[in-house]
C-alpha cells in the first residue's frame, strides 16, 4: 500500500520529504520528460507516491507513518531550514512522539515512534483499559495492527 501525494512542485517535495529521511526510488518521467510520478521510500512500507497535482485535485491528504530510531530533532531542524511547516517532536497521550510536516501543497505527514521508556506504563494502561483477543508481540516493533472486542455487558 503507498499513500499518493498529488504535488505541483516535484523537485521541492523530494526537498522536503529527504529531509525527513525519504529518498527516490524511481522517477518516472511523463510527456516533454517532466516527471509523471516518483516514488519516494523512507523505511520498508514507508512509501509516498507523488503525481502532478492539476486543478481538480483536491488539498489535504494526511498520513501518519510508525517509524523507530530517528532523531525527530535532527528532521525538525532539516525542515525548519526548507521553511517547512511542521510541529513537534511533541510526546503524546497515547505513549509515542510524533513530529507532523505539512508540505505546500497541504499534504500532512507525521512521523511517530513509541517512547521505548514507558513500554511498561503502556502495558499497564491496556491491561487495565482494553479487553478482547489481540497481539502485541514478545518485543516492540516499527508498527503493529491491534484488533479489539470489546466487553460485551
Not at 80 to 102: E, N, Q, R, Y
Not at 111 to 116: D, H, V
Request: glycine share 8%; proline share 7%.
Amino acid at each position: 500500500m503507498f499513500v499518493t501525494f498529488p504535488t505541483s512542485d516535484f523537485a521541492l517535495a523530494q526537498q522536503i520529504y529527504g529531509a525527513a529521511g525519504f529518498v527516490t526510488l524511481a522517477a518516472i518521467p511523463g510527456p516533454g520528460g517532466a516527471p509523471s510520478l516518483i516514488h519516494l521510500r523512507r523505511e520498508r512500507y514507508q512509501d509516498i507516491l507523488l503525481v502532478p497535482r492539476n486543478s481538480e485535485t483536491p488539498q489535504g491528504y494526511r498520513v501518519s507513518i510508525a517509524v523507530n530510531g530517528v532523531d525527530f530533532n535532527l528532521i525538525a531542524a532539516r525542515l525548519k531550514a526548507l521553511k517547512v511547516d511542521f510541529s513537534g517532536p511533541s510526546d503524546t497521550p497515547w505513549f509515542t512522539t510524533d513530529l507532523s510536516f505539512t508540505d505546500p501543497d497541504g499534504n500532512t505527514v507525521t512521523l511517530t515512534s513509541p517512547r521505548a521508556s514507558e513500554y511498561q506504563e503502556a502495558a499497564e494502561w491496556v491491561d487495565e483499559h482494553i479487553s478482547g483477543n489481540f497481539e502485541t508481540g514478545a518485543e516492540p516493533c516499527i508498527s503493529s495492527t491491534i484488533t479489539v472486542t470489546t466487553r460485551e455487558s
